[in-house]
């Protein structure tokens, strides 16, 4: 097995991506590797090289020319989402391995994913990277502003959420960049951004604050081992249990009435309890 180094300390600083039009592949691989080394013209090319490969490997094992030798990508589709083939590429580049966490190898990650130190996690056309940095482990997602700590404690029980939901997670492993090169820091793709954990756990609670406080206390037996951000994740995941059970609920009980007749039906026994209190 490779040997594993704790990761990217850049001074203590974080390097986060927000979402680009669909480029949350390009996003993950940056933030596995916590600097801009890559563009979404590298991922092309390097999906472009694995559509040349594969065309060979299909005449070589005698495909007729029309089975597989269409110009459509096997590896990157046309709104720009990347297959996990081209992400294992980006990562080799670095000497990082993606390991799938159901395989045998990956089996002490399941155990212990705290003694890890990146995660690349996928459903339909999305991707996004946990990662830990200085020891302390933060979820890499693009679509949220700023990078959301995770506790040790939370981390396990978050990825088994993921794969409750049908998530596909991959493990990382190898000799991740300690620093990251002057040279890819200048070449900054335009949507990276550095910050420090204090301004990314500052930026979550601005946004979070803006957002109406639920009533509903937490489902988790134990809060305070959660930070500010993982409180507001696991109760946007409760508020989306309690929605579809509520659905499920509605959809369960068969509606004996055509809505006109429930409107009607309603109005009546309204009608009836006003009786009652005249009397």
Known sequence: MMMTMEGASNGGMLYHEVQESKLCAVHCVNTVLQGPFFSEFDLAALASDLDRKERQVMIQGGAASGDFLSEESHNVSLDGDFSIQVLEKALEVWDLQVIPLHSPVAEPAQIDPELENAFICHLHDHWFCIRKVSGEWYNFDSLYAAPMHLSKFYLSAYLDT??????????????????????????????????????????????????????????????????????????????????????????????????????ASQDENQSSKDKDKVE
């Open 162 to 263: 993921l794969k409750g939901s049908g998530w596909s997670i991959f493990l990382v492993r190898g000799n991740f960049p300690k620093e990251c090169p002057i040279s890819a820091s200048e070449a900054s793709n335009g949507y990276g951004q550095w910050l420090s954990p204090d301004d990314a756990e500052r930026i979550t609670k601005s946004l979070s604050s803006m957002q109406v406080p639920s009533e509903r206390p937490s489902l988790n037996p134990r809060p305070s081992d959660l930070s500010y951000g993982e409180a507001q994740m696991l109760s946007q995941m409760e508020d989306d249990d309690l929605k579809a059970a509520i659905a499920a609920s509605l959809m369960d009980s068969s509606p004996a009435l055509s809505k006109p007749e429930a409107v």
